[in-house]
């Protein structure tokens, strides 16, 4: 086996390991293949010929290196992605230790998420045209994307028996194929309802397609970029600005959620973050929370 070869190797087995045993989706394969071949690159540059050649210093020289090109983001996801690689090499006895350990994220002022008005979301969701099949599924998409907060992934992938409209929820596979159950309130409801009983029946055209809860024009599952446009196409009718996308509407979700007075626990459940690290994006908006709610009640802080 050549040295390119065995390195490969390795980065193959890794993410066997991902699918197989941790059931991450394709998608977050494919972003960890990406960023470990591009590694991969600079190491053999640097002339090694083995994982365990791989130091400290030249992990620093390659975050370093990113900087030319990438946010701070960017690099710090390399940089996770090479520290759970080389954890699973150090599990596999290919290396002695995690050089990625020594290595310290790089520093960058984190962007707070954007999110929508209560009246931006009001006008969107107002948009679709309800008289005809495709309007009552956008309608029902809108409202359970706002309601529920979840992924984009979830709703396109989302089946017929994942739907518990009497109980007023639904169940979600999220990352790692990790199954939550996600109530939806009464407007998603509604709409999910009515685009079941009176819309999806005349969308589906396809035995394939019977199982899904949302179908496309040609009566096949409609897809995660069908999505993208149909909001895109809805903004525009808004009048919206904003570039509005389905992660948009998640951290919308979170963000009116919280300011309602939710604890962020209770968001990071809702969103299936697996830590509360992930949700404590959304931290900012709670503490205006609590200094809104101090300015008006307390009586030493009022104008």
């Not at 070869?5 to 390795?10: G, K, N, Q, S």
């Not at 991450?24 to 083995?50: G, P």
């Not at 409801?189 to 496309?216: M, P, Q």
């Not at 959620?257 to 994006?281: M, N």
Request: aromatic share 10%; glycine share 6%; net charge positive.
């Amino acid at each position: 086996m050549g040295n390119v070869d065995e390195l490969t190797f390795w980065i193959d087995s890794y993410l066997n390991h991902l699918l197989v045993e941790r059931g991450y989706s394709m998608n977050t394969i494919n972003s960890y293949s990406k960023d470990l071949l591009e590694f991969l690159d600079f190491a053999v540059r640097n002339n090694c010929r083995t994982w365990s050649e791989v130091n400290s210093n030249m992990l620093k020289e390659y975050i370093q290196n990113l900087a030319y090109k990438y946010t701070p983001g960017t690099q710090a996801r390399r940089l996770s992605a090479l520290r759970s690689f080389f954890k699973f090499l150090l599990r596999e006895r290919v290396t002695q230790t995690n050089p990625a350990n020594s290595v310290k994220f790089p520093k960058g002022q984190k962007s707070l998420p954007k999110f929508l008005s209560l009246e931006q979301v009001t006008r969107l969701l107002d948009a679709p045209d309800t008289s005809t099949p495709i309007g009552l599924r956008d309608k029902a998409i809108l409202e359970l994307l706002y309601g529920t907060g979840i992924r984009v992934s979830e709703l396109v992938d989302l089946k017929m028996e994942q739907v518990r409209l009497t109980a007023g929820f639904i169940s979600v596979r999220g990352k790692g194929s990790k199954e939550r159950i996600v109530p939806i309130g009464e407007y998603a409801s509604e709409a999910l309802e009515n685009y079941l009983n009176h819309g999806r029946t005349k969308l589906i055209k396809n035995k394939s397609s019977k199982d899904f809860v949302f179908i496309n024009k040609k009566g096949n599952p409609l897809t995660r970029l069908g999505v993208w446009k149909l909001i895109k196409k809805y903004a525009l009718l808004s009048g919206i600005e904003t570039s509005v996308t389905p992660h948009l509407l998640r951290h919308t979700f979170a963000t009116h959620l919280l300011k309602g007075g939710a604890d962020l626990r209770v968001v990071q459940e809702f969103l299936g973050h697996a830590s509360i690290s992930s949700t404590q994006v959304y931290t900012h908006v709670a503490l205006e929370h609590l200094k809104e709610v101090h300015r008006k009640f307390h009586p030493r802080a009022q104008d």
